[in-house]
């Protein structure tokens, strides 16, 4: 009696994470691309082949990007989105000179 007890407990508690899970996940992702004509359209994450940022940050960096953010008060999505333009632009200036903005 007990033990079948617990195991209803934890099957309502499973059944419960999968309904939590299913309403967090989002049904689909997608990124914006840009056709011929200029026109913006959502690329769906299915037909996307990779993802174009996908890395991940050694914990000794990402204290130090921490200790930066609080001490200077910087926004740091901003500050790494400038250092990777300028970064692009001086390892591959023909590919940057087509697709980015000056």
Known sequence: M???KYRREE????KKDEVTAAISRPSHTSVERVD???HVE???NRERKSPIVSFSIPIDLRSCLQAVRNEKSINLSMW???KLREAVTNEFPTI?????KS
């Open 11 to 14: 099957e309502d508690r499973r």
């Open 42 to 44: 959502a690329v769906p």
């Open 96 to 100: 940057a000179k087509r697709h980015l």
């Open 2 to 4: 007990v033990l079948g």
């Open 80 to 82: 790494v989105e400038r």
């Open 36 to 38: 011929e004509t200029g």
